[in-house]
């Protein structure tokens, strides 16, 4: 486990994508923090915000050539053949572009220490964004290790993650659209002769399901500097599921009788 | 092998196949599935769990623990005789983070659980529930509007407008017509509320008007927060200080009294009325003779000078005397738990010394021994004046029947609206002027809950532009490009490794 | 030892391997022969636990891989076809983590690994990048990962694929060092390869076990059977019902037939020559022969003689 942990880890800096990660990330956060800087104070709560909206972009990059990478390059071979634990080594990889994740954060920690330095605010609010802005963070990278191990092809995975990515931010789009969508099927159904109500009900309840996914919704508090329990239950059960997910996906080839 | 040969060759394999295949990859596969599922059904139910038995479960680290609420609300909650509704009129929104409703949800949330079940917490659209709004307000007596706060206790109703309940900074506000949060109000303003509609008797406060008074909000919302009943009073027209008028205040007026007020106040005061009169350098070249007369009697005057301070201790910028730490006298310092006071420009507030010997004055917030006083515009190169002045004095006359009560402020920090979102000690000040009234209407036990000041995120010790372009470089291209060329220096090395 | 039963793999509705069973005993060099496509990869990615096959079982001194894969799975070095090669990484860095992977305890890592370099003959390029590796050397690497952990089996599919003649010797002379060790399966489509090294052959074609034996036993079913390309500038019906009366031709098969020209495949029974034959026979009609020539024996020659021997002896092989 550890095995792969360390060679994903450093095939990260081994060729320019780990680099580059970092040096994009850098450079984007920079620019954020420097155009504060002129405006005499900075709530990093404010980058941090800024930097999870971004990161639909970043993640997929990082997160494209976990497994796919292996299926094409027959490496994989490796994972099977090897007497190591196969969960063990999909949560390796996961934990290996996390990683990678919490290096390119240490420029946030740079800008932290440059804030105090000017005798400027870091405070819970700004802890609370950030550790926000890193539990976003991990749910993505599970996602986009998910992705990855989807298919074979690895732009195929980037843009997989990316979109589902992209489409995180709009949950309460689609939620309210499922709820008219409900409301409407069921009202086409009203042989049962359920009042209106019950049915504007199950519209709500409906919407507000699909609401709970919304990862945003959930560490909105922790934006603004309560720590609360629930949101970080929330992210590391999210993280959880989808590496089993994904660890079911990569075991399938002990079953599956396409391959 | 002829056509029927491979037809059924072909069947044969599928079913053989099927059968081979459902044996052992089915049942593993039928074993993933439900694996996944359950799990699923795990994350669920521990979601839920902490959602319902933890939820209280939260750190709150911010400096003023902004959504904390104090013991004195904890106090209120705890002893609700009846049943208190509070009612958001909009959709709760999802995303809290982005508007002026993070400040409150979460502090509600902690409302709720504090008051033991007699407090609820609710938000409805009112266009989607109509029926609700009317059973609020039957009698119409308010008009309950989208986006306000609603509280009912019994049959009282209050209407709270968010945007009062936070403190703006006022120079923002009338220079560029922006709203920049500075302090946040709610938990004043709701646990106020909430005394006053589930109180019994509440005192009254009278503030006088018509002398183009500077704005008294600010302490309205505290004394509301006492239960006290806040009226405006325009003593000129109505030629009478009601009979239920426990306290009166003269905010931060621009010109004179009247003679018939002046007259009305002094039977007022005689009969053992109370009365804050509050003036601020602003209002220095309006000469305020009837004021000064009735003051006079009690031996006070608000002089026209202004105050300097040059004690280095008390001043918090030392280029800038003007604005400085008052010192507030024992008696006061150890009844409030405060030994100073930021006060800014101000008057001196002189005690006289012919005083009647029925009539007892002390200061309540002095400057140091090394300040100085002169006319508005006049700089003492010399100090000739210097000495310690008053900023705020009291002054109470004991006749057989009743004891006649004064507070005369020369300085506004402390209870106008406008100074006090303007300095950085606005709670605290507000939180002096409260205590100040409490000492003069006699209920000691209730305190008022200070203000939460917004964190400011500025840089107290600024980079230079010469500094910010320096520090603008290392974040943008200088980090970056150590990024980038170690990976073009790895990427070259191993290439031809 | 490992005990193949009835391994049966279908890709979808494609039949991959049809019913297999064998053994491979300790310190045996089993050769598993078969033209491309016949299912070697297929049984040797099975066999190592990286498919599961439809149905049948694998055991591995006991261990059964889908069962007690994690025992099977130490006991067993695998070099698939392409070598799982990471193209990033240095030798050295590579088999560092092939041991740690291996479960190899890390106060022998240095060791083990020094010992590979030398055995593969990989140890001046132990510093190199993978990617910037000749074929030859990557594809030694590969059997070097396959050596870490000293596994008791060994299992190398077409370990000298795309190497020159001399490496080959190389990988051929290093095989049998390896034997003293190791049970080694290998495969390959060449069947001079096979001979060479292994103890016992077994033939896959089409997904079928269609010969099990010693390459001795087996070149004797071979040799003496040839194959004889025929070109006649006649294409009268006759021909072939001349050609079948000669005696000692087993088989007769028309490759292309044109005006004026025939073109044939004639097989002849083991230790018949039959060419003499043929040329009397061809020129006692006036049919010219344009064209006469011995042919090797292919795989498919192989598998269908062995298949119509089997035949013939009432089936099995």
């Given at each position: 486990?550890?095995?792969?942990?360390?060679?994903?880890?450093?095939?990260?800096?081994?060729?320019?994508?780990?680099?580059?990660?970092?040096?994009?990330?850098?450079?984007?956060?920079?620019?954020?923090?420097?155009?504060?800087?002129?405006?005499?104070?900075?709530?990093?709560?404010?980058?941090?915000?800024?930097?999870?909206?971004?990161?639909?972009?970043?993640?997929?990059?990082?997160?494209?050539?976990?497994?796919?990478?292996?299926?094409?390059?027959?490496?994989?071979?490796?994972?099977?053949t090897?007497?190591?634990?196969?969960?063990?080594?999909?949560?390796?990889?996961?934990?290996?572009?996390l990683?990678?994740?919490?290096?390119?954060?240490?420029?946030?920690?740079?800008?932290?220490?440059?804030?105090?330095?000017?005798?400027g605010?870091?405070?819970?609010?700004?802890?609370?964004?950030?550790?926000?802005?890193?539990?976003?963070?991990?749910?993505?990278?599970?996602?986009?290790?998910?992705?990855?191990?989807?298919?074979?092809?690895?732009?195929?995975?980037?843009?997989?993650?990316?979109t589902?990515l992209?489409?995180?931010?709009?949950?309460?789009?689609?939620?309210?659209?499922?709820?008219?969508?409900?409301?409407?099927?069921?009202?086409?159904?009203?042989?049962?002769?359920?009042?209106?109500?019950?049915?504007?009900?199950?519209?709500?309840?409906?919407?507000?399901?699909?609401?709970?996914?919304?990862?945003?919704?959930?560490?909105?508090?922790?934006?603004?500097?309560i720590?609360?329990?629930?949101?970080?239950?929330?992210?590391?059960?999210?993280?959880?599921?989808?590496?089993?997910?994904?660890?079911?996906?990569?075991?399938?080839?002990?079953?599956?009788?396409?391959? | 092998?002829?056509?029927?040969?491979?037809?059924?060759?072909?069947?044969?394999?599928?079913?053989?196949?099927?059968?081979?295949?459902?044996?052992?990859?089915?049942?593993?596969?039928?074993?993933?599935?439900?694996?996944?599922?359950?799990?699923?059904?795990?994350?669920?139910?521990?979601?839920l769990?902490?959602?319902?038995?933890?939820?209280?479960f939260?750190?709150?680290?911010?400096?003023?623990?902004?959504?904390?609420?104090?013991?004195?609300?904890?106090?209120?909650?705890?002893?609700?005789?009846?049943?208190v509704?509070?009612?958001?009129?909009?959709?709760?929104?999802?995303?809290?983070?982005?508007?002026?409703?993070?400040?409150?949800?979460?502090?509600?949330?902690?409302?709720?659980?504090?008051?033991?079940?007699?407090?609820?917490?609710?938000?409805?659209?009112?266009?989607?529930?109509?029926?609700?709004?009317?059973?609020?307000?039957?009698?119409g007596?308010?008009?309950?509007?989208?986006?306000t706060?609603?509280?009912?206790?019994?049959?009282?109703?209050?209407?709270?407008?968010?945007?009062?309940?936070?403190?703006?900074?006022?120079?923002e506000?009338?220079?560029?017509?922006?709203?920049?949060?500075?302090?946040?109000?709610?938990?004043?303003?709701?646990?106020?509320?909430?005394?006053?509609?589930?109180?019994?008797?509440?005192?009254?406060?009278?503030?006088?008007?018509?002398?183009?008074e500077?704005?008294?909000?600010?302490?309205?919302s505290?004394?509301?927060?006492?239960?006290?009943?806040?009226?405006?009073?325009?003593?000129?027209?109505?030629?009478?200080?009601?009979?239920?008028?426990?306290l009166?205040?003269?905010?931060?007026?621009?010109?004179?009294?009247?003679?018939?007020?002046?007259?009305?106040?002094?039977?007022?005061?005689?009969?053992?009325?109370?009365?804050?009169?509050?003036?601020?350098?602003?209002?220095?070249?309006?000469?305020?003779?009837?004021?000064?007369?009735?003051?006079?009697?009690?031996?006070?005057?608000?002089?026209?000078?202004?105050?300097?301070?040059?004690?280095?201790?008390?001043?918090?910028?030392?280029?800038d005397?003007?604005?400085?730490?008052?010192?507030?006298?024992?008696?006061?310092?150890?009844?409030?738990?405060?030994?100073?006071?930021a006060?800014?420009?101000?008057?001196?507030v002189?005690?006289?010394d012919?005083?009647?010997?029925?009539?007892?004055?002390?200061?309540?917030?002095?400057?140091?021994?090394?300040?100085?006083?002169?006319?508005?515009?006049?700089?003492?190169?010399?100090?000739?004046?210097?000495?310690?002045?008053?900023?705020?004095?009291?002054?109470?006359?004991?006749?057989?029947?009743?004891?006649?009560?004064?507070?005369?402020?020369?300085?506004?920090?402390?209870?106008?609206?406008?100074?006090?979102?303007?300095?950085?000690?606005?709670?605290?000040?507000?939180?002096?002027?409260?205590?100040?009234?409490?000492?003069?209407?006699?209920?000691?036990?209730?305190?008022?809950?200070?203000?939460?000041?917004?964190?400011?995120?500025?840089?107290?010790?600024?980079?230079?532009?010469?500094?910010?372009?320096?520090?603008?470089?290392?974040?943008?291209?200088?980090?970056?490009?150590?990024?980038?060329s170690?990976?073009?220096?790895?990427?070259?090395?191993?290439?031809?490794? | 030892?490992?005990?193949?039963?009835?391994?049966?793999?279908?890709?979808?509705?494609?039949l991959?391997?049809?019913?297999i069973?064998?053994?491979?005993?300790?310190?045996?060099?089993?050769?598993?022969?078969?033209?491309?496509?016949?299912?070697?990869?297929?049984?040797?990615?099975?066999?190592?636990?990286?498919?599961?096959?439809?149905?049948?079982?694998v055991?591995?001194?006991?261990?059964?891989?889908?069962?007690?894969?994690?025992?099977?799975?130490?006991?067993?070095?695998?070099?698939?076809?392409?070598?799982?090669?990471?193209?990033?990484?240095?030798?050295?860095?590579?088999?560092?983590?092939?041991?740690?992977l291996?479960?190899?305890?890390?106060s022998?890592?240095?060791?083990?690994?020094?010992?590979?370099?030398?055995?593969?003959?990989?140890?001046?390029?132990?510093?190199?990048?993978?990617?910037?590796?000749?074929?030859?050397?990557?594809?030694?690497?590969?059997?070097?990962?396959?050596?870490?952990?000293?596994?008791?089996?060994?299992?190398?599919?077409?370990?000298?694929?795309?190497?020159?003649?001399?490496?080959?010797?190389e990988?051929?002379?290093?095989?049998?060092?390896?034997?003293?060790?190791?049970?080694?399966?290998?495969?390959?489509h060449?069947?001079?390869?096979?001979?060479?090294v292994?103890?016992?052959?077994?033939?896959?074609?089409?997904?079928?076990?269609?010969?099990?034996?010693?390459?001795?036993?087996?070149s004797?079913?071979?040799?003496?059977?040839?194959?004889?390309?025929?070109?006649?500038?006649?294409d009268?019906?006759?021909?072939?019902?001349?050609?079948?009366?000669?005696?000692?031709?087993?088989?007769?098969?028309?490759?292309?037939?044109?005006?004026?020209?025939?073109?044939?495949?004639v097989?002849?029974?083991?230790?018949?020559?039959?060419?003499?034959?043929?040329?009397?026979?061809?020129?006692?009609?006036?049919?010219p022969?344009?064209?006469?020539?011995?042919?090797?024996?292919?795989?498919?020659?192989?598998?269908?003689?062995?298949?119509?021997?089997?035949?013939?002896?009432?089936?099995?092989?």
């Amino acid at each position: 486990m550890i095995a792969y942990y360390k060679r994903e880890l450093f095939s990260y800096f081994r060729s320019p994508i780990g680099w580059i990660a970092l040096a994009l990330y850098a450079i984007i956060s920079g620019f954020y923090f420097s155009s504060w800087i002129p405006n005499g104070g900075i709530d990093l709560s404010g980058e941090a915000t800024f930097l999870s909206g971004i990161l639909f972009m970043i993640v997929p990059i990082i997160t494209m050539r976990l497994f796919s990478e292996e299926k094409r390059t027959g490496t994989d071979v490796l994972m099977y053949t090897s007497p190591s634990n196969l969960a063990g080594i999909v949560i390796a990889k996961y934990f290996a572009a996390l990683s990678l994740f919490l290096i390119m954060n240490v420029v946030f920690g740079i800008h932290m220490i440059i804030v105090v330095y000017f005798g400027g605010r870091v405070d819970a609010v700004t802890i609370g964004s950030f550790l926000a802005l890193i539990l976003l963070g991990s749910l993505f990278i599970a996602i986009g290790t998910l992705a990855s191990a989807a298919t074979e092809n690895q732009m195929v995975a980037a843009m997989v993650s990316f979109t589902a990515l992209l489409l995180s931010q709009f949950i309460y789009v689609f939620s309210a659209q499922f709820r008219s969508l409900t409301v409407s099927l069921l009202s086409a159904l009203n042989v049962f002769g359920i009042g209106s109500e019950s049915i504007a009900n199950a519209g709500a309840g409906v919407e507000k399901a699909i609401n709970w996914l919304d990862p945003y919704a959930h560490l909105d508090e922790l934006f603004i500097g309560i720590i609360k329990l629930q949101p970080i239950v929330f992210c590391v059960m999210a993280d959880i599921f989808l590496v089993f997910i994904t660890y079911r996906l990569i075991e399938k080839r002990r079953w599956s009788q396409k391959a | 092998m002829s056509v029927r040969g491979k037809i059924i060759n072909f069947l044969d394999l599928k079913r053989n196949r099927r059968i081979i295949r459902d044996s052992r990859s089915g049942s593993l596969k039928r074993y993933a599935i439900g694996s996944v599922l359950v799990l699923f059904g795990i994350v669920i139910a521990v979601n839920l769990l902490v959602g319902l038995l933890l939820r209280d479960f939260q750190l709150d680290w911010t400096a003023t623990q902004v959504t904390a609420i104090s013991p004195e609300t904890e106090k209120v909650l705890s002893e609700l005789p009846v049943d208190v509704q509070i009612f958001g009129l909009f959709e709760k929104p999802d995303n809290v983070q982005n508007s002026i409703y993070q400040f409150f949800i979460p502090m509600l949330e902690r409302y709720e659980a504090a008051s033991n079940g007699k407090l609820t917490v609710k938000y409805v659209d009112p266009d989607t529930a109509p029926s609700l709004i009317a059973g609020l307000d039957p009698a119409g007596m308010t008009t309950l509007s989208k986006d306000t706060f609603v509280i009912k206790a019994g049959e009282r109703l209050s209407v709270i407008d968010p945007y009062d309940c936070m403190a703006y900074d006022s120079i923002e506000y009338s220079a560029n017509n922006r709203l920049v949060i500075v302090g946040n109000r709610i938990e004043m303003v709701f646990t106020g509320e909430i005394s006053y509609l589930t109180s019994g008797d509440l005192q009254k406060v009278y503030f006088m008007k018509g002398h183009q008074e500077f704005g008294n909000s600010y302490v309205a919302s505290i004394l509301k927060y006492q239960g006290y009943d806040c009226f405006d009073l325009y003593l000129d027209e109505s030629g009478e200080i009601p009979e239920d008028c426990d306290l009166l205040v003269l905010n931060l007026p621009q010109q004179d009294i009247t003679e018939t007020e002046a007259a009305i106040l002094s039977d007022y005061l005689k009969s053992g009325g109370r009365w804050i009169v509050v003036c601020d350098f602003i209002s220095v070249n309006e000469p305020m003779d009837h004021i000064n007369d009735l003051i006079g009697t009690m031996g006070v005057s608000l002089t026209t000078d202004l105050i300097l301070e040059y004690s280095p201790e008390h001043l918090f910028s030392p280029d800038d005397n003007k604005y400085a730490r008052g010192i507030v006298s024992s008696e006061y310092a150890e009844m409030f738990g405060v030994y100073y006071a930021a006060v800014g420009r101000s008057r001196n507030v002189r005690i006289n010394d012919a005083a009647n010997e029925s009539v007892s004055v002390r200061p309540i917030i002095t400057s140091s021994a090394l300040a100085t006083i002169n006319p508005y515009g006049v700089i003492d190169e010399n100090q000739t004046s210097q000495g310690m002045y008053n900023y705020a004095v009291r002054a109470t006359s004991s006749t057989p029947d009743s004891v006649g009560d004064i507070v005369v402020l020369g300085t506004g920090y402390l209870s106008g609206d406008e100074f006090l979102s303007g300095i950085g000690a606005g709670e605290e000040n507000a939180r002096f002027f409260g205590n100040i009234i409490l000492s003069m209407t006699g209920r000691q036990n209730a305190t008022p809950i200070p203000p939460k000041a917004i964190p400011s995120y500025v840089f107290t010790s600024s980079p230079s532009v010469s500094q910010q372009t320096l520090w603008s470089v290392i974040l943008i291209a200088i980090i970056p490009f150590l990024f980038i060329s170690a990976g073009i220096i790895v990427y070259y090395r191993r290439r031809h490794q | 030892m490992i005990e193949i039963k009835n391994l049966t793999k279908y890709y979808g509705d494609k039949l991959a391997l049809r019913n297999i069973s064998f053994e491979v005993r300790e310190k045996e060099l089993l050769g598993l022969l078969g033209p491309n496509g016949a299912g070697k990869s297929t049984l040797m990615n099975i066999l190592t636990g990286f498919l599961a096959s439809t149905s049948g079982s694998v055991s591995i001194n006991g261990h059964d891989i889908l069962e007690e894969p994690t025992q099977a799975k130490k006991l067993i070095g695998y070099l698939p076809e392409n070598p799982p090669l990471y193209p990033d990484m240095t030798v050295r860095e590579y088999l560092k983590f092939i041991c740690e992977l291996k479960g190899v305890p890390p106060s022998t890592h240095e060791k083990q690994i020094a010992e590979v370099l030398s055995l593969v003959k990989i140890y001046d390029v132990s510093k190199r990048v993978i990617r910037n590796l000749s074929k030859g050397y990557k594809q030694r690497v590969g059997l070097a990962q396959a050596l870490i952990g000293k596994p008791e089996i060994l299992v190398l599919d077409e370990p000298t694929i795309g190497l020159d003649p001399k490496q080959i010797i190389e990988i051929r002379n290093l095989i049998r060092t390896l034997k003293k060790d190791h049970t080694i399966i290998l495969s390959s489509h060449v069947l001079a390869e096979i001979q060479s090294v292994c103890d016992r052959v077994v033939i896959i074609y089409d997904g079928k076990l269609v010969a099990m034996d010693t390459p001795l036993a087996l070149s004797k079913k071979m040799s003496g059977s040839s194959r004889l390309s025929l070109t006649i500038a006649s294409d009268s019906e006759l021909i072939a019902d001349v050609l079948r009366s000669i005696n000692g031709i087993s088989r007769i098969t028309k490759l292309r037939e044109e005006v004026g020209l025939l073109q044939l495949e004639v097989f002849s029974d083991p230790g018949v020559d039959i060419r003499r034959d043929v040329f009397e026979a061809m020129a006692g009609n006036a049919w010219p022969i344009l064209d006469m020539r011995m042919n090797e024996l292919t795989l498919e020659d192989i598998y269908l003689s062995v298949t119509a021997g089997a035949e013939q002896k009432g089936g099995g092989a």
